[in-house]
């Protein structure tokens, strides 16, 4: 199947180099259009069996550029200036090569082997000369070397069918990607858009914290000053009266140094500051009212903003877990490998949640996007519904 895609690779690349032969002659100025887009639907194709093959999506180019009502001229125009184009281009010249040759070579080993090897002990009965490869068969004996080297070139056709196709793979991989420029240009384009969200979480994050200040521990702070001061004044006249404002102040404290740890733990828990991202998440855990089994791969400390970031995202998908899914089960997995911390979060709910995400998961997803880090979730109907991270990091 992969030889007769590439076969189809090369059709392409040839239909595109006749239309651009012919731009010359302005025949070709119609041609170029079509035969770009149908090069792009072999390459788009391409780029998608490569991904589900190796589990990992490539980068696609741009599509290719379109101007509303412009004319045959400023249409190719547009094609001959596209690095997509001639990056594809490329690909269909090599595809032939690297996807007819090499992909095809183990299935004519085995069918090379396989076909010899029954056939030996009949034909050189009748067969004056008969030989099989560089063996000629003139005996009982080298009709079994024959049939021994049928059946070890069948091996290595069925042995070398695997490696064959990592191969390609990687081969496409190089040819398939989108250009280097066309991949810096997006980076910047992200890292601004990512720089502009995280001044806005920071901003916002600085309101909430002043807010919570306010309304809570300042407010309290302000009515326990109060009521010391009237519980001064009442020391000398009633004394009981003072005791109970004395009380009333030592309640109004505890309220207070308690919501000032809730204010520290939205901002940095101190579990993660003192025992890392392992033991936080596991603490989580325990708080939870599912059963909920959590499995740490990490080798040491992550970067402390990366270790807020994932544990609050962690926090999120607990929370909708128990309020959404109505699941019984979570497993959570941390893994720390290739620079790359990737945490899954699984439950075995109804499954079906909204791919737009919630208000919370939007909010995680912002916070990994100054990381350059990424957050999906799989939710089919009937479950199990998946909530992974990810982030480039090292750990110390």
Partial sequence: MTSLHAAAAGFAGVAVTFALLLLPLGVGLPLLSRAARFLRARSDAARSRTARRSGTPLTEPDPLPVEEGAGTRRRAHLILTDQGFWRDLEWA???????????GLPPALVVYGASGVPLQPLLWWFIDRDSYAFFPVHSTTMMWVSMAFGLAVTAAGVLAAPVAVSLH????????????????????????????????????????????????????????????????????????????????VGRSSQ??????????????????????????????????????????????????????????????????????????????????????????????????????????????????????????????????????????????
């Fill in 93 to 103: 010249w090599l595809e032939p090569w690297a996807g007819g040759l090499l992909v």
């Fill in 169 to 248: 793979d990687r081969w496409s991989r190089v040819l398939l990607v989108a250009p280097r420029n066309t991949r810096l240009e997006r980076r910047v384009v992200r890292l601004s858009d990512t720089r502009a969200q995280a001044l806005d979480t920071q901003a916002a994050e600085l309101r909430r914290i002043e807010r919570d200040l306010h309304d809570g521990a300042q407010a309290r702070l302000v009515a326990l000053g109060m009521t010391l001061d009237r519980a001064t004044r009442l020391l000398d006249s009633d004394p009981e009266r003072a005791r109970e404002l004395l009380a009333d």
């Fill in 255 to 396: 309220q207070a140094l308690a919501d000032l740890r809730d204010l520290v733990h939205g901002i940095h828990p101190p579990v993660l500051a003192d025992r890392g991202l392992g033991d936080a998440v596991r603490s989580l855990a325990m708080d939870s009212f599912l059963d909920v089994h959590v499995e740490v791969g990490l080798r040491g400390r992550l970067p402390s903003p990366v270790e807020a970031a994932v544990y609050f995202g962690v926090s999120e998908a607990l929370a909708n877990a128990a309020k959404h899914s109505g699941a019984c089960e979570v497993r959570i997995t941390l893994r720390h490998e290739a620079e790359l911390l990737r945490v899954t979060v699984t439950d075995d709910g109804r499954g079906g949640a909204d791919p737009a995400l919630g208000t919370g998961l939007s909010g995680v997803r912002r916070r990994l996007d100054g990381f350059d880090g990424t957050l999906a979730v799989t939710s089919p109907p009937g479950g199990p519904t998946s909530v992974v991270l990810e982030v480039p990091c090292a750990s110390s």
